[in-house]
């Protein structure tokens, strides 16, 4: 089991950047990979970025060059720094942990509202 609580959620002008924090309530060492996922109104929840063991990273391509997904594992905290925000990336922001043993399980945080508007 693993409890994830985001924060970092706001109202942000087009140009703008947030960071979100997922804080895990578990060793990040101890999960095979952590992300952010996104839904926005009327859309299917989509990957925007994921950090796996081994420090691989993978990003959507709507993001590359704007997002950038980091750890502190000291802090057990996953970290989602979102630059030249758009409209488009207004949504729900997911902190999202898989861990697999005998099977996978995939846990979810409670979400953080992002709008970006002028």
């Known amino acids: 089991q693993v409890q994830l609580v985001e924060s970092g959620g706001g109202l942000v002008q087009p140009g703008g950047s947030l960071r979100l924090s997922c804080a895990s309530s578990r060793s990040i060492f101890s999960i095979n990979a952590m992300g952010w996922y996104r839904q926005a109104p009327g859309k299917e929840r989509e990957l925007v970025a994921v950090i796996s063991s081994g420090s691989r990273i993978n990003y959507a391509d709507s993001v590359k060059g704007r997002f950038t997904i980091s750890s502190d594992n000291a802090k057990n905290t996953v970290y989602l720094q979102m630059n030249s925000l758009k409209p488009e990336d207004t949504a729900v922001y997911y902190c999202?942990?898989?861990?697999?043993?005998?099977?996978?399980?995939?846990?979810w945080g409670q979400g953080t509202q992002v709008t970006v508007s002028s």
């Open positions: 999202n942990a898989v861990i697999v043993r005998t099977q996978k399980n995939d846990y």
